[in-house]
């Protein structure tokens, strides 16, 4: 069996009263030492935790953060196929509507060159129909002169 502790007391007994001050002391000392260790030990383990939880916080802040983007960035994906389609649409009709006023102007134009071409035909019609008049005209004025 072990010793018991009740042999403290007989100890600080047999000191003196210069070496139980000195003993008290030293013990106090040693406490205080144990005590400061300890509070050390505890700050150095908080500090330590309080950077793991930092990096986590870092960590997680980094994951929200592209996990924000992404939802950002869908979302603005979404917007500009949604912006992409109605240009598309108005440009589409806008397209219909050039490609309608350029069926009217070639039906236009078609209908243009035919009264041109008719016009033309009526107006050479006429003026070979005045030269012919002409014609006839100056060689009945030359027959009575060339008859007599």
Known sequence: ???????NKNKLAKMS????ARYLQHRADMEEEARR???????????????REDA??????????????T????IK???LKEE????????????????????RLLCDLDESEDLYSTMLHAHMERVEKIIRKGS?????????????
């Open 136 to 148: 006839a005209g100056t060689e009945h004025q030359r027959r009575p002169a060339t008859s007599s």
């Open 77 to 79: 994906c979404k917007e």
């Open 84 to 103: 992409v389609q109605a240009v598309e649409k108005t440009c589409t009709e806008c397209i219909e509507n050039k490609n309608a006023v350029i069926k």
């Open 1 to 7: 069996m072990g010793k018991k502790k009740g042999g």
């Open 37 to 51: 260790r300890k509070q050390q030990l505890i700050a150095t383990f908080m500090k330590n935790k309080l950077k």
């Open 71 to 74: 939802i950002l960035r869908n």
């Open 56 to 69: 986590f916080a870092r960590l997680n802040l980094a994951k929200i953060n592209q996990e924000w983007r």
């Open 17 to 20: 009263e210069e070496e139980r």
